[in-house]
């Protein structure tokens, strides 16, 4: 028996399945359209989007349509998802890779502004070192007959220039004028300082380019300063590159043209200059610690009478110091220094030699600064020779003290020797 009449089934309510209308309308016949214009039309709307939106060619058409369950709306988000994703990712490429741009171009102007500084900072000081060295008097380099290179002590990391303050007066020429100073300054890239030696103007010695003994500071006369540099060449046998010559007016400007120096003035020094003004130029000076201006630094250098030329050369030594010590602290000084200075300055050092020795000497700026003076402890006498005092040295016993202190002795093993001798 069927189950429908075991569980009521009322066959009059039944609906006759065979009798249902089944029609479709044919706009909503998605399966049965003559050549699936209704999927070309949805391509085409979609094409027509793309064409809009640029470029983008779809890699899905049919193979997708036909899928089980695929139907038209389906395909058409789909579609649209893939437009906006591929569209998306575009728009991703595209502004990494204007990212990539600007940062390269960020790069490269960062790489060029760090070219022109760093190129700024080489020029710059070219360009300081020649407007400065164009002002110097130059004078011919004449070579030493009276000692051979063989003869004298050298190295290639040590260089002595001879510094000479001359106090000229008007009617007198650079072979007339005595130096008043006769100052060794030795730059030690071997040991990292910078030495300074005086000479002593009364030291009585052989001058060979006169022929003669006489006082040191007069072996200019007649033949010029390199004179002066060939005979301690010959006295010492020591290698000089050359001479630096300055008036008392450059020692003025160049004080001044660094905001002074400080230096410890005694009550008898002060004294001595403010009782002889018309000595020492009418300046004022107060004992004690100050900044002396340009005029009160050479007076207080020029100071003899109240008591040697030994001490006279250390308080040379110790403006000198002074102003080492104060450009170091603002090297953009040294420039305004130099500026001033040179148009009174004459040397025979050539400017290529005087940039090799700049070069080498700011490698030693920071190192200690060691002083001597010649002759040295021990090695001298005074003497009157035609009613005149001078001072006789022992030549071999200085030449051989000076070629130690000057190629041999760091400023550290100066120093404890000096504290050890008690100096």
Same mark, same amino acid.
């Given at each position: 028996?069927?189950?429908?009449?075991?569980?009521?089934?009322?066959?009059?309510?039944?609906?006759?399945?065979?009798?249902?209308?089944?029609?479709?309308?044919?706009?909503?016949?998605?399966?049965?359209?003559?050549?699936?214009?209704?999927?070309?039309?949805?391509?085409?709307?979609?094409?027509?989007?793309?064409?809009?939106?640029?470029?983008?060619?779809?890699?899905?058409?049919?193979?997708?349509?036909?899928?089980?369950?695929?139907?038209?709306?389906?395909?058409?988000?789909?579609?649209?998802? #893939?437009?906006?994703?591929?569209?998306?990712?575009?728009?991703?490429?595209?502004?990494?890779?204007?990212?990539?741009?600007?940062?390269?171009?960020?790069?490269?102007?960062?790489?060029?502004?760090?070219?022109?500084?760093?190129?700024?900072?080489?020029?710059?000081?070219?360009?300081?070192?020649?407007?400065?060295?164009?002002?110097?008097?130059?004078?011919?380099?004449?070579?030493?007959?009276?000692?051979?290179?063989?003869?004298?002590?050298?190295?290639?990391?040590?260089?002595?220039?001879?510094?000479?303050?001359?106090?000229?007066?008007?009617?007198?020429?650079?072979?007339?004028?005595?130096?008043?100073?006769?100052?060794?300054?030795?730059?030690?890239? *071997?040991?990292?300082?910078?030495?300074?030696?005086?000479?002593?103007?009364?030291?009585?010695? /052989?001058?060979?380019?006169?022929?003669?003994? #006489?006082?040191?500071?007069?072996?200019?006369?007649?033949?010029? /300063?390199?004179?002066?540099? #060939?005979?301690?060449? /010959?006295?010492?046998?020591?290698?000089?590159?050359?001479?630096?010559?300055?008036?008392? *007016?450059?020692?003025?400007?160049?004080?001044?043209?660094?905001?002074?120096?400080?230096?410890?003035?005694? *009550?008898?020094?002060?004294?001595?200059?403010?009782?002889?003004?018309?000595?020492?130029?009418?300046?004022?000076?107060?004992?004690?610690?100050?900044?002396?201006?340009?005029?009160?630094?050479?007076?207080?250098?020029?100071?003899?009478?109240?008591?040697?030329?030994?001490?006279?050369?250390?308080?040379?030594?110790?403006?000198?110091?002074?102003?080492?010590?104060?450009?170091?602290?603002?090297?953009?000084?040294?420039?305004?220094?130099?500026?001033?200075?040179?148009?009174?300055?004459?040397?025979?050092?050539?400017?290529?030699?005087?940039?090799?020795?700049?070069?080498?000497?700011?490698?030693?700026?920071?190192?200690?600064?060691?002083?001597?003076?010649?002759?040295?402890?021990?090695?001298?006498?005074?003497?009157?020779?035609?009613?005149?005092?001078?001072?006789?040295?022992?030549?071999?016993?200085?030449?051989?003290?000076?070629?130690?202190?000057?190629?041999? *002795?760091?400023?550290?093993?100066?120093?404890?020797?000096?504290?050890?001798?008690?100096?």
């Amino acid at each position: 028996m069927p189950r429908f009449d075991n569980e009521g089934f009322n066959p009059e309510k039944r609906i006759d399945n065979d009798l249902r209308d089944r029609s479709v309308p044919v706009d909503e016949d998605y399966y049965n359209v003559s050549d699936f214009d209704f999927i070309n039309r949805r391509i085409k709307e979609n094409d027509e989007v793309i064409d809009n939106q640029g470029d983008f060619d779809s890699p899905y058409r049919t193979s997708r349509q036909s899928a089980e369950g695929f139907t038209p709306e389906v395909e058409e988000d789909y579609e649209l998802q #893939q437009i906006r994703r591929q569209r998306s990712e575009e728009r991703a490429a595209k502004k990494q890779a204007a990212l990539k741009k600007k940062k390269a171009q960020r790069k490269k102007r960062t790489g060029v502004a760090v070219a022109a500084i760093i190129l700024a900072l080489i020029l710059i000081p070219v360009i300081m070192v020649e407007s400065v060295l164009g002002k110097i008097t130059y004078d011919d380099k004449v070579a030493n007959p009276y000692v051979t290179a063989a003869e004298m002590k050298s190295e290639k990391t040590v260089k002595n220039i001879l510094l000479l303050g001359v106090d000229a007066r008007p009617e007198q020429d650079t072979v007339q004028s005595h130096p008043d100073s006769m100052m060794l300054i030795t730059i030690d890239m *071997k040991h990292r300082c910078i030495k300074m030696t005086s000479f002593l103007r009364d030291t009585w010695v /052989y001058l060979a380019p006169r022929d003669r003994e #006489q006082r040191l500071n007069t072996a200019n006369q007649g033949v010029g /300063y390199c004179g002066i540099v #060939q005979s301690i060449e /010959y006295l010492f046998n020591i290698e000089i590159e050359g001479y630096v010559v300055t008036d008392f *007016k450059m020692f003025r400007k160049m004080v001044d043209s660094i905001g002074g120096v400080y230096v410890t003035v005694t *009550k008898a020094e002060a004294h001595e200059i403010n009782s002889h003004k018309g000595r020492y130029g009418n300046v004022k000076i107060k004992a004690g610690r100050h900044r002396l201006t340009g005029k009160q630094a050479l007076a207080y250098a020029r100071i003899r009478k109240i008591d040697t030329d030994f001490k006279r050369t250390q308080r040379q030594r110790t403006v000198i110091t002074s102003i080492i010590n104060k450009v170091k602290k603002n090297p953009f000084k040294l420039y305004s220094m130099a500026s001033g200075a040179a148009p009174y300055l004459e040397t025979d050092l050539s400017k290529s030699e005087l940039k090799k020795i700049g070069a080498m000497a700011t490698l030693c700026m920071d190192g200690d600064m060691p002083q001597a003076r010649v002759p040295f402890d021990g090695t001298w006498e005074y003497a009157n020779v035609g009613g005149a005092s001078v001072i006789k040295i022992n030549v071999e016993k200085n030449k051989e003290l000076l070629q130690d202190y000057i190629y041999n *002795k760091s400023a550290k093993e100066l120093k404890e020797q000096k504290e050890k001798d008690g100096n």
